[in-house]
């Protein structure tokens, strides 16, 4: 084999390589708790708060009691044991990064923007006052229905914030 023909050969093989790992499935960059959500419906990406009554998905903007989002393919995972199975558990992430579901009802979301709750359950806004926020958001979404939801990704950091 001519020096020429094993350099084509690597580089095919590291192009295939990569080609791969881009289709595999994404994978968040989080640690998940598994949770009990009291919700008939519940999607990767929905924001949950923790009220008296158990977690559900959020349904109030700026929620003080959200604490984490569902992500299907955490990078590790703590689960439970004991518990019935009808309980439907959740994969639950509340820092690291993550898909968020999203909607434009509070304005179009460009990378950097404080994301927080809306009034669409589970589903995140553009913060654009102080308050109780999700992260920040790592890439833009535009869309001019508001009934339209997008998982975006975004860098969790719950906690209040002060916007001037």
Not at 18 to 29: I, L, P, V
Not at 110 to 116: A, F
């Amino acid at each position: 084999m001519s020096f020429r023909s094993l350099i084509l050969a690597s580089v095919l093989v590291l192009f295939y390589s990569a080609s791969f790992s881009q289709a595999q499935e994404r994978r968040d960059f989080a640690v998940a708790q598994e949770l009990t959500i009291n919700e008939k419906q519940v999607r990767d990406g929905d924001i949950i708060s923790s009220l008296p009554q158990g977690f559900v998905l959020t349904k109030k903007t700026y929620d003080q009691a959200m604490i984490g989002v569902v992500s299907e393919r955490p990078a590790v995972a703590f689960r439970t044991t004991g518990v019935s199975p009808a309980q439907k558990k959740y994969l639950v992430v509340s820092s690291g990064t993550t898909g968020v579901n999203v909607s434009t009802i509070n304005g179009p979301i460009k990378k950097g923007d404080i994301i927080t709750s809306s009034t669409i359950p589970g589903v995140g806004m553009r913060s654009s006052k102080s308050g109780f926020i999700v992260g920040t958001a790592l890439e833009d979404y535009k869309d001019s229905n508001t009934n339209n939801i997008k998982k975006i990704n975004v860098l969790l950091s719950l906690r209040p914030v002060g916007v001037p």
